[in-house]
C-alpha cells in the first residue's frame, strides 16, 4: 500500500469513529428522563414541568404611614416691649433665660409714683379714719347722715386715687407674661424705651406647634387626634411624639395643598421654633390579606397571579391595594392560605402543570408601612 494510500485509509477510519461517537452521544440524550436502573420513567423525550416558587397569602397588621415636611413653632410667642415711655432703671433678666409667668423682667424709673403712692395711702387711710369718727357719731345721733355720706364719698375718692397710682406703678414693671425662654437682651440700665421698643423676646417652647401641608387627595385620612413621629436633623435618631390637633379650613389654590397643625412634646427643649421636621403619621390601620409583590403580574390595567392547585397553576386576576415594603395588600380575587407563584411565572399558562420548589413566604408578623410622600 502506498503512503498515500495509508493517508487516505486512515482519515476514513477517524471520520467513522468520530460519526460513531456522535450516535452514541444522541442515544444517550433519547434516553427516558429519570430513567433508573430498571430502565422506569415517564417515557422518553417528556420534558419536566418547570419549577416555581410559591408563597402563601397571609393576613397582617397594616398601617398607612404619610411623610410631609413640617415647621416648628413656639406655642406661645411674644415680643416683650413697655407700655409706656420712660428710662429703665433695673434690668432683671439674663439672656436665654427661663422664667416664670409674672417674674419681674424689667424696671422702668418709678421715683415720682412712689412718692404719689405714699401720698395716696396716707390720704386713704385719713379718709378712712375720718368716715369711721363720723359714723360712731352717727349712732350717737350728734352728727347728720349727710356729713358720713360725704365722708364715705372721700373715702371712696381717696381709694380710687390710690388704686389709680397703684396701676401706674404696677406697669413701671415688665413681666413675663407666661412661662418659656428669653431670647436676647436688647436693652441696658438707662435706656429710654417706649411702646415700640423691643426689650427680648418669649417664647413657649415646653409644647411645640408643627405646622405641615398634606395634598389635598389625602384630606380623607387626616383627623384630630392621629399620632404624629417627627424627626429633625439636628437631633439624628429622635424621634418627637405629638398628635395631630387641628386641620386647616382652606385648601392653597396654588399648590393644592392643605395645612395641618400638631402640638408636639418637647419636655427637653432640644425643639426651637423655625426648625425643619420630617413628618410621619400613621392613618388607617388594618388587617388585610398580604403578598409578595414578585407575584403581581400587570397586563395594561388588568393585575392577576399565578395561584398553585393540583401541581397546576392557575391564572386569576385580582384587585390590589397599596404596595407595602416587599408586599402588595389584596382586596379582591385570592383568600388565606391560597399559595401563589412568587418566582418563575414569566412563561406559564393558565392549567399548565408545574414543580414547587422553595417557600419563600415573608417574615411572619412583620407590620407593614405604606409610605405616602408629600
Sequence with gaps: MSAEGFVVHRSTFLIRCWV?????AGCDDDAPSGAGPNGGGKG???????????????VRDLVT???????????????????LTDTISHVRFEDGQLVESGDVLVELTNGEQTALLAEAKANVEDARLQWQRLADLLQQRSVPVSQVDEAKARLTAAQARYDSILARLADRLIRAP???????????????VTPVTPITTL???????????????????????????????AWPGRVFRGEVRT????????TRAITARALVANDDLLLR?????????ETNPRQALTLPDTALIQDGETSFVFVM????????????GQRINNLVEILEGLAVGDSVVVEGQIKLRDGMPVRTGVNKGAAPGAVGTSDVAV
Design 65 to 83: 404611614t404619610i411623610e410631609a415636611l413640617g415647621t416648628s413653632r413656639a406655642n406661645e410667642s411674644v415680643t416683650i416691649t413697655a407700655k
Design 247 to 254: 386641620i386647616g379650613s382652606r385648601v392653597d389654590p396654588v
Design 273 to 281: 421654633p423655625g426648625m425643619l421636621l420630617t413628618v410621619q403619621i
Design 178 to 192: 407666661f412661662s418659656g425662654l428669653l431670647g436676647f437682651r436688647q436693652v441696658s440700665e438707662g435706656t429710654l
Design 44 to 58: 422518553a423525550g417528556a420534558p419536566l414541568p418547570p419549577r416555581v416558587v410559591v408563597a402563601p397569602v397571609e
Design 203 to 233: 417664647d413657649d417652647i415646653a409644647t411645640i406647634k408643627l405646622d405641615f401641608t398634606v395634598p389635598e387627595t389625602l384630606l380623607a385620612s387626616l383627623r384630630p387626634g392621629l399620632v404624629v413621629a417627627a424627626s429633625a436633623a
Design 20 to 24: 460513531l461517537c456522535l450516535a452514541l
Design 309 to 320: 392547585a393540583n401541581e397546576q397553576v392557575q391564572r386569576r386576576e385580582i384587585r390590589t
